[in-house]
């Protein structure tokens, strides 16, 4: 710096930088996005190693009204939607299942015959997969 202000010179830095416009968004975990309705959304479906839930996915995919409104990052196992309910989850629904036989025995009057068969063939479904 000393020659330049000898000789009088002048220096100039020249800086040039790239930036990407900002775009008003947002992120939210999927506990926080339950019982929600969202415009659109971008999901990663790509679980980190360990996770044997499907619960998680379910929840995010099921956050927007149409397929149209749902952008999936990056290609995805599909493993990972098709894990067979554990034993804890079976006996559970099973225990539903007689909590509504039991409760269709005692108040068979508040029961419209089709709502039966659409609860009985939601059980069958459940238990059959």
């Known amino acids: ?19 990407l416009p900002p775009i008003p968004a947002y992120s939210i975990s999927t506990h926080k996005s339950q019982g ?18 499907v619960v998680p996915a379910y929840v995010s995919l099921s956050r927007v009204e149409q397929l149209t409104d749902l952008l999936i ?12 309910p554990f034993k804890g989850q079976i006996a559970e629904l099973d225990r539903l299942a007689v909590v509504f036989e039991q409760t269709k025995q005692r108040c068979a009057q ?11 063939s939601f059980f069958t479904f459940i238990t059959i997969k």
């Open 1 to 19: 710096m000393k020659i330049l202000k000898e000789k009088k010179l002048k220096a100039s830095i020249c800086v040039k930088r790239k930036a």
């Open 110 to 120: 508040y029961f419209v015959q089709a709502h039966v068969r659409q609860v009985e």
């Open 36 to 53: 929600q309705t969202l415009t659109k959304i971008v999901i990663d479906l790509n679980m980190p190693p360990g996770i044997v839930e």
């Open 73 to 84: 990052l990056q290609d995805f196992n599909t493993s990972a939607l098709q894990i067979k």
